[in-house]
């Protein structure tokens, strides 16, 4: 078999894996059936931010996106000049995404891999000590992230708020501030580039020269979670419904990274600002998000502009709700989950889960 990793850095929140060309599969009990597939076979694994491409000649290709989002353009790309099958591995579903006829999705989980290693780095878990209600993080400047923020900020006061504010912006990553045609969208983006943005508000000495690495960026013992009663799950990428060579489709996803598996891990209840259907896919492992009062029915919306108005509807209605509420609503399901995951229950769904996958995969292409 031909390996080839497109690792991570050498923090990465996966153990185990190694770099260059090493053969990767047999580092993790849920990888070790790749030694059953043709020896021909070619490995791309872990891809993030992909520039490279596949080369030709190889009778069955396996691509994994366990870390970033699935890179759909450069997989298709992929396909003008491979006609042989690519097995393509993600921890969440395809939908109804026009991939080519060699391209074959699997629901393949490595979310309890991260969540082990960020257990086996912080092994003791800690009381929550409410002080603030809702808690949210935005270094990184997009679209959504600047859009719940100024929400926070405008409708609550400070005293109930954590927010930490930072001025890394990227012009892409708002849309070169051109208006989204929602009025309520952009009222929010005005207020935040007239009134917040190049305003630094800090709650820690986090920088990202020194230390935004991941083994710091998961630790979830820090007020964000551990003092609010609720976190908005800023996650790094909240597309879903795109256009793709002129065919709208759903993207696949979601894309779940430490941002979410800190709140999971230490019993924090969140909003997630993420791709659709991303509650829905962490029920299918046994995890309950039943908030009551708090309408979470967005997450089945794959509209990305309509589902981040209704997050923004979710957020504003907390204001009817005091601390002491939205931990009683809340913390029957974010305990349940935070048990699953520290009892190593979610991991072994996931791992039986993996197995009958390599089990449809090996008996398909083997």
Known sequence: MTYRTFPPPK????????????????????????????????????????????????????????YERVECEWLINQCKKISQPIIVLND????????????????????????????????????????YKISAVCNRITQSKLLVTTALLENFNRKELLVKLGTWLEEKNVHNRQPTGVEKLDNLSKIFFEKYYGHVILVDDFTDDTHNFQRVNSIPWQPFYLESAIHLSNESYHYSMMSHNGVTSICPGPHISEKTFKC????????????????????????KFDYGNIDLSWD??????????????????????????IDEMTQESSKHNADMIWSGKLQSQAQAHNDIIAH???????
């Open 92 to 131: 969440g579903s395809s939908y109804d995404f026009p991939w080519p006829s060699n391209v074959h999705f699997f629901n393949f989980y490595s979310w309890h891999i991260h969540l082990n290693q960020i257990m086996e780095w912080f092994p003791n878990r800690q009381i929550r000590n409410l002080k």
């Open 360 to 366: 449809e995969i090996l008996t398909r292409f083997s």
């Open 300 to 325: 089945q919306d794959p509209g990305n502009l309509s589902r981040l108005s209704s997050i923004i509807d979710t957020i504003i209605d907390l204001k009817n709700y005091s601390i002491s509420d």
């Open 11 to 66: 923090e990465e929140i996966a153990p185990g894996t190694l770099l260059g060309t090493q053969p990767f599969p047999t580092v993790w009990k849920d990888y070790h059936w790749f030694q059953d597939l043709p020896k021909n076979t070619y490995f791309a694994l872990w891809i993030r931010g992909p520039s490279h491409v596949l080369p030709k000649g190889h009778d069955l290709y396996v691509v994994s996106f366990h």
């Open 264 to 287: 999971l891990l230490s019993q924090t209840p969140f909003i997630s600002v993420g791709q659709f259907d991303f509650y829905g896919q962490l029920t299918k492992l046994g995890l």
